[in-house]
């Protein structure tokens, strides 16, 4: 399955911006789904997750409140909606699907267990 991400730019703190993850194939329904991002000099960091039909979401306790994931699957798409954006938002965004349920709960949360990138996304947060 090949990943498309888009929807990032420059937007002023406080704004928001709705990131988008195309997928090639109808697969993509059947699959977990996650937000991923690394910002300059810093690691990769774990953003949400989605199960398969969304009905389950996990998010970094620091996005919590401010980002939601969704999916429609009909459209083989996954979006990141993110508002009360913060400079420290600023970062590549990554989307990122696996094949298989995590076995626990921090599976969802860890980036090794994609099999499925896509090219990054930059979001860029002013102050």
């Known amino acids: 399955v090949q990943l498309q991400a888009s929807g990032g730019g420059l937007v002023q703190a406080g704004g928001s911006l709705r990131l988008s993850c195309v997928a090639s194939e109808r697969t993509f329904s059947n699959y977990p789904m996650a937000w991923f991002r690394q910002a300059p000099g810093k690691e990769r960091e774990f953003v949400a997750a989605?199960?398969?039909?969304?009905?389950?979401?996990y998010y970094l306790e620091s996005v919590n409140d401010r980002f939601i994931i969704s999916r429609d699957n009909t459209r083989k798409t996954g979006y990141l909606q993110m508002n009360g954006l913060k400079p420290e938002d600023t970062a590549v965004y990554y989307c990122?699907?696996?094949?298989?349920?995590?076995?626990?709960?921090?599976?969802?949360?860890?980036?090794?267990?994609?099999?499925?990138w896509g090219h990054g996304t930059l979001v860029t947060v002013s102050s």
């Open positions: 989605a199960s398969w039909s969304g009905g389950a979401t």
């Open positions: 990122a699907a696996r094949s298989k349920n995590p076995i626990t709960y921090e599976g969802w949360r860890k980036g090794d267990e994609y099999e499925f």
